[in-house]
C-alpha cells in the first residue's frame, strides 16, 4: 500500500507500506525529514506530528485523547489534519494516504 508524504519545499515522498505499521516508522524507513519520533512511539514527544491531507481525514480516524493532548505540544502549529504519525496504523482503507510534514 502507498502512502505519500509532502514536504514545505514541495518534495513529495512516497514509500509502500505494509498493513500494520505505522506512519511514523515507515516514514523513517522512507527518510522523510521533519518525522523524527524521539520517543519511539510512545505519546511523549510529538516529533512525528503530520497533516492528513483533507481528503483522508476520515480514513485515518481522530486521535484519541493522549494525542490530542500532545497535539497541542506540537513544534509547528496544530491545523485541522494534524495527527501523530505513531498513532496512525497502514490498512487497506489508508492506501494511497497523503501526509504533510509541517514545517
Ligand atoms: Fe513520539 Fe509519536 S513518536 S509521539
Redesign the pocket.
Known sequence: MKVTWELADGQRIAADVAAGETL?DAALAANVPGVK????????????HVVVAPDWVTAAGSAEDTEDD?LDMTEAVREAGSR????IVMSDVLDGIVLRVPQ
Open positions: 511514523k519520533g524521539d520517543c519511539g512511539g510512545f505519546l511523549s514527544c510529538a516529533t512525528c500532545m501523530l504519525s505513531c498513532q
